[in-house]
């Protein structure tokens, strides 16, 4: 989207305080940035403060306005007051640091959770004292957020917001309660994958990869193992055991291993594929991304079409591979502990879902009810 921002200051009923439009290409107010006017050294002074999306309001351009002209009156600030605000003051963007630095080697998604606490926690409470911050600022943030990103992503920036805090209390650097409480409710998202690939989808997908080996072995690996992206493409050569049609599965959003099996079509594949890699060398030897591209053209040509971009419940992408195995398996009335054990689920609960395929979940009963 084109935005502009338009040169005219439109003034606010509070003295010394300005805004200016941001428009988009449809000439459609979308946001606004906050300046503020004060006269120093007989001069007329503009200061930038923030944008309206970024929580910025007039109470904090009036508070920002009134400590400058406070300081301009008074002269410089007392150093020993200066002295003692910088020590005592532990801003939010100080605790991220120590949780950033905290989870770096056990977070395998750290550095997205890093830009997004950035791009949408940072403008709003990075600057703030920890001992300030409270869950009616949190709920800010949701109510403002809500707006422009999806609630799941609004759901995940206030877990960031209390699992920074969390850090800080278990090492006893903070001695208060965390701002995230049970007051601050989580939005209801009912968007989890539900979707699957049927026979007749899946055989057109192997169609369309047959000629590409490593996609291929890719996609017959994903559908036999039920593997996540980053399982599949961290399978080396003495994770397959040829013998017993068997491969060990390291699964790194639970940090552990599990085993998986495949069939006789795709035992002769590997077989191929290994006789030349040594014990360490990776089945796949592509990068997540040009698989995800590769994949995507795919599942957007034949199975997304007319579906929205953030239609999560009825998309097809890469870890739909996941749930059309268990869903399979399902059907195929295989037990749902069973189930558990192949997708490597701590929780049985994130297994039950696939129970309502099963063919004892009592559809033929409700058909043939009044017959």
Same mark, same amino acid.
């Given at each position: 989207m084109n935005l502009k921002t338009l040169s005219k200051r439109i003034p606010t009923n509070e003295e010394g305080i300005f805004y200016k439009r941001i428009i988009n290409e449809n000439g459609k107010e979308v946001d606004k940035t906050y300046l503020i006017r004060y006269r120093e050294n007989d001069s007329d002074r503009l200061?930038?403060?923030g944008k309206h999306s970024q929580g910025i309001r007039i109470n904090y351009c009036k508070q920002i306005? /009134?400590?400058?002209?406070? =300081?301009?009156?008074?002269?410089?600030?007392? +150093?020993?007051?200066?002295?003692? %605000?910088?020590?005592n003051i532990t801003k939010l963007d100080n605790f991220a640091e120590i949780y950033f630095k905290e989870k770096e080697m056990e977070v395998k998604d750290i550095e997205k959770i890093k830009k997004s606490y950035i791009n949408h926690i940072k403008p709003f409470l990075g600057h703030k004292s920890v001992d300030e911050i409270t869950s009616d600022d949190i709920k800010e943030i949701q109510k403002i957020k809500?707006?422009?990103?999806?609630?799941?992503?609004?759901?995940?920036?206030?877990?960031?917001?209390?699992?920074?805090? /969390?850090?800080?209390?278990? =090492?006893?650097?903070?001695?208060?309660?965390? +701002?995230?409480?049970?007051?601050? %409710?989580?939005?209801?998202?009912?968007?989890k994958r539900e979707r699957y690939l049927t026979h007749e989808e899946i055989n057109i997908l192997l169609d369309e990869v047959k000629h590409e080996e490593y996609l291929y072995i890719f996609v017959q690996l994903a559908l036999q193992t039920g593997g996540r992206l980053g399982t599949i493409l961290s399978i080396t050569k003495k994770d397959i055991k040829l013998e017993s049609n068997t491969v060990q599965l390291k699964d790194h959003k639970n940090n552990s291993t599990?085993?998986?099996?495949?069939?006789?079509?795709?035992?002769?594949?590997? =077989?191929?594929?290994i006789e030349k890699l040594n014990a360490n060398d990776f089945i796949i030897d592509r990068g997540e991304q040009v698989i995800k591209d590769r994949l995507t053209k795919i599942y957007n040509r034949y199975f997304n079409v007319g579906l929205a971009n953030d239609d999560r419940k009825n998309r097809v992408v890469t870890h739909t591979l996941r749930h059309t195995f268990a869903s399979h398996?399902?059907?195929?009335?295989t037990p749902i502990y069973t189930i558990q054990k192949l997708m490597?689920?701590?929780?049985?609960?994130?297994?039950?879902?696939?129970?309502?395929?099963?063919p004892d979940s009592g559809k033929d009963m409700v058909l043939g009810l009044y017959q």
């Open positions: 200061k930038t403060i306005r /009134n400590e400058i002209l406070m =300081k301009l009156r008074l002269g410089e600030e007392p +150093p020993a007051v200066a002295k003692k %605000k910088k020590k809500r707006k422009v990103l999806a609630e799941r992503t609004v759901n995940a920036l206030i877990q960031i917001i209390g699992a920074i805090y /969390n850090v800080a209390i278990q =090492k006893e650097i903070f001695k208060g309660n965390n +701002p995230v409480n049970k007051s601050v %409710k989580r939005v209801n998202v009912d968007n599990y085993l998986g099996f495949f069939n006789d079509e795709l035992k002769y594949l590997l =077989k191929k594929r398996l399902a059907i195929k009335g490597n689920h701590k929780d049985i609960t994130m297994t039950l879902r696939y129970a309502k395929l099963a």
